[in-house]
């Protein structure tokens, strides 16, 4: 069993979704204006950029190397912003999963 957790032990993906008042280009142009912000954060491995088909609904998967990152994340100046930099409409919609293993190294 141990096997399976290899390279994935601790790992933990954060699902966020929110609406935005803001339109998808002026949500991108924020997106980009933080990129460096998220690229510098310790123990971010990987974050996607997504939208959903339904008008107004954007968010990030973001993929942690464990939970204790994704804690010193959610305490910080930028995940406070977040509301603010996007213009949520309502809070958003956080998820928190943990992950067993993963497919590639």
Known sequence: MEELH????GM?????????ALSEKEVLKVAREREGQFQALPGLLQ?????????GLFGGIYIW???????????????????????????ANIEILD???????
């Open 6 to 9: 290899k390279g994935a032990k």
């Open 12 to 20: 933990v993906v954060q699902i966020i979704k929110f609406r935005s």
């Open 99 to 105: 992950v067993l293993f993963r497919l590639r190294e």
């Open 47 to 55: 974050k996607y950029y997504v939208k959903s088909n339904e008008p």
């Open 65 to 91: 190397d464990s939970e204790e990152s994704l804690k010193s994340y959610r305490a910080s100046d930028l995940a406070a912003s977040i509301p603010e930099a996007y213009k949520l409409l309502e809070p």
